[in-house]
């Protein structure tokens, strides 16, 4: 099971949203300007969930796993054109082409906080000192960066929101559980956030309204003006993942898809290309691409 980090990262530039979403949030029942503070212990059933209209097309594996264990974790550059992705356990950095071919090492160590910045180069995050690390894609460091500050943030458990520079951050989740990840689109209308125990929510930014709760996720991805959310629902028996399929809501048909209901594959850590139309994610040690449908 992906082991998720405490705190969200925001190197590569997010798509831009547009009124889409905001139209989907106050036609969806659960986002009432009048509405008090939203509380994740709100909304408990999920969106009907449609298992067989909408599948993953073109599949292809692009990376094939290898004698070492194959690779792990894709993530795609701001371009689209490359792919980092890293070794089991995080081990490594390497960059492929989103086409395949083979992976080029970049640099060893833990790559567990390693992220495109929007300039296409790679940060390794430290959150021990606030630093951001840039390295080339030759391996030589390019400078060190302060992590900025977030407009959307954890603290205690709960996620918090910033509507403005300066503004006082708007709580968005309740204490019922351990919320991490938070997520949220760029013009700040919606924010997507996981609970540890419960699963995936979505909700109004300025904290009002209730959540929509999605079911288990992890590995969440805003499509292009906020049209859907892409995210994975992963499940292990202790030992091996038993469970793992693509999800994807429509914001604007409140409906939920799974597009790997129809396959086999147990899949794991997708990511979103910059255009929205491909994704990429690890199965057995192989890394895959696929358009969405």
Known sequence: MKHLPAHSSRFAAATACSLTLVAAFQGAGWAQQDSPTSTASVSTETPPLDATSRQLANLKVIVPKDAKGGFIAPRFA?????????????????????AGGTPRRVTLGNAYTARWTKDGLIGLRDLESNEVRIIRLDGTQDHVESIPADAVYCDRDRVYAVPAAGATPVPVSDASDRFIEPKMC????????????????????????????????????????????????????????????????????????????????????????????????????????????
């Open 78 to 98: 701001p371009d689209g054109l490359q792919l980092l992705v890293s070794r089991p356990g995080h081990q490594g950095i390497y960059v492929v082409p989103a």
């Open 186 to 293: 760029p013009k700040g209308k919606g924010v997507a956030y996981i609970g540890v125990q419960t699963g995936l929510y979505l909700s109004r930014a300025d904290g009002t309204g209730k959540p929509l709760f999605l079911g288990r996720g992890e590995d969440v991805s805003w499509g292009p003006e906020a049209a859907f959310l892409l995210f994975a629902r992963t499940r292990d028996d202790g030992h091996e993942v038993v469970e793992g399929d693509l999800f994807y809501y429509d914001t604007r048909g409140k409906a939920l898809y799974n597009l790997t209901g129809q396959t086999d594959l147990l899949l794991k850590s997708p990511s979103l290309s910059p255009d929205g139309k491909t994704v990429a994610f690890e199965a057995d040690g192989a890394i895959y691409t696929a358009t969405l449908p």
